[in-house]
């Protein structure tokens, strides 16, 4: 199993991501990479994801990475963009089930100069809050629609949700 830390980063970068474009600093593209992850499942123990033990299968994605740069060649900001995962979360205890198909999403990450990284991402997106998080998990949502994030690149954790406009489904009560 990944590390709490690259899972959380993986989730934000791979199934959801990304903020706030419009810089007023020029900025240089390289071509967009396109990644297709391998499929992958993760393990949280009771407390993290959800109150009870969680799965999470990820498989079917397809995206592509394009950054930004400025004159310096540091990086201002990116863009995520494509079909996500298709995703099965299972409540280990009961073996109940709750899938969300791979739709479309597009994400841009704004790098700003605290360190810290902000996210607008629309379209379908899974996120994990775990209890070190803001605010403070426990708890698992589908986003549909248009959410914006602040998180921290060193540790994974999420510092601030920012806000949310669309159809949002708790995942740990469609579990439970």
């Known amino acids: 199993m990944n590390s709490s830390k690259s899972l959380r980063i993986r989730l934000v970068s791979a199934c959801t991501i990304f903020a706030a474009i419009g810089y007023a600093a020029s900025a240089v593209a ?14 949280f123990p009771a407390g993290i994801a959800c109150v009870f033990p969680v799965q999470l299968e990820l498989s079917g994605a397809n995206f592509h990475f394009k950054e930004f740069v400025d004159r310096n ?3 201002v900001r990116a863009i995520v963009a494509g079909k996500g ?39 379908h997106v899974a996120q994990i809050l775990f209890p070190t998080d803001v605010p403070a998990g426990p708890s698992t949502t589908l986003y549909v629609g248009r ?11 999420s510092l601030d949700l920012q806000s949310f406009t ?3 489904t708790d995942i740990c009560a469609a579990l439970d």
């Open 30 to 43: 390289e071509p967009p990479i396109r990644i297709e992850p391998a499929a992958e499942t993760f393990d």
């Open 73 to 75: 060649g540091n990086p």
């Open 85 to 123: 995962s298709f995703m099965t979360f299972t409540n280990v205890d009961t073996d109940t089930t709750f899938s969300a198909k791979a739709y479309g999403f597009a994400a841009h990450r704004t790098y700003n100069l605290d360190g810290t990284i902000t996210e607008t991402v629309t379209g």
């Open 147 to 157: 959410l914006v994030f602040t998180y921290d690149p060193t540790t994974g954790a």
């Open 166 to 168: 669309g159809k949002s």
